[in-house]
């Protein structure tokens, strides 16, 4: 009796085991994935500002532009 319980035992510990390395690798494939998603979110925040700059430079030009020809400046 006591043989059967350490064998159940043993397999059990074997089950958590091969369940806790398979947590392991799940938890950093979505940890890389996270990581990529954050690169990707900065550099679209990043191309996102810079395109915000150039449309209001843009727009100050374009306005200046159009008051000096009105000659309202």
Do not use: D, P
């Amino acid at each position: 009796g006591v043989e059967l319980e350490l064998r159940k035992s043993s397999e059990r510990i074997t089950e958590i085991r091969a369940n806790i390395l398979y947590l392991k690798f799940r938890e950093s494939a979505m940890r890389e994935v996270n990581e990529k998603t954050n690169k990707r979110v900065a550099q679209l925040s990043f191309i996102s500002l810079g395109l915000c700059l150039m449309v209001s430079l843009f727009q100050v030009w374009h306005l200046k532009r159009f008051f000096l020809k009105r000659k309202l400046i």
